[in-house]
């Protein structure tokens, strides 16, 4: 679930973590107009000239470039933790789930990636700090794992989420896996999202929402380890899959995008 507990949850404020890990680099975005510290001169031919181009560094962090292909590492992001149990629904938790799928993730990547926890137990990570905590590794990518939660209780199957080029084809491909899984494939279920495990990281990374715990034959599946350990498998042969083949057969990568940071408060979109 990412719509109150990720997005605007009581922890959601940027802090200090914000500051730190991109105060340079927010002033970087082609966005930033900067008129306020230039010259009237400046000011004039910067509106009437076409806007610098996005340099290539900035390019690589926004993710403008093919997808990964032999990286050795995956960050695994169980989402929620400690405090923020996430969507909560007939004793099913999101975070006690989402660590376990977490969990059987990294049994299956051994001997294929090395694997990093953001969190393994059950404790709080603010957003901003799993972002910020992925910065150290760049041959990397990194999976957030949630589960879902709607107040229609008729909606259901996996989803997933992705913003950057370069996060295309391991979203679809991961999405692909789980709805193979699933009894409720749907079509719909890869999207894109600005979000801050989306759009934050400097690495490729996407979101997957394994199923919605509000729906209660999806909750009865969700609570059987036999299903999560099949959902697991799937994201581990998606990574396998893309190190391997990088984006061949994912088809056309899609437009590029410069868009802010996401920030707590944002709405969804793009
Ligand atoms: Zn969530």
Known sequence: MMMSSCSAGPEGGYGSSYGSSYGSYGRELPHSPGYSATPPQQAVSSITTPSPKVSNKTKDRLGHKPGPKNFGTVI?????????????VGGVSEKT???DIARRLQSKLRGSFKAVFIRNGDYFVDLDRRVSATH???????????????????????????FRVDSYSLAKRMQRAMAAVSPSEKSRGLVRRRLRLTRNPQIPCALVEIGYLSNSSERKLLAQSS????????????????KRSGDSGMGTLPAPLNRPLSRPGDRSGL
């Open 97 to 99: 789930l989402a660590l």
């Open 76 to 88: 695994i992001d169980a989402g929620h933790g400690g405090r923020d149990s996430g969507a909560v």
């Open 136 to 162: 150290k590794f760049d041959d990397a990518v990194l999976v957030s794992i949630h589960l879902n939660h709607s107040s229609s209780s008729s909606v259901r199957g996996p989803e997933t989420y992705y």
């Open 227 to 242: 299903y999560r350990d099949r959902m697991a498998d799937a994201l581990a042969s998606a990574l396998k899959a893309q």
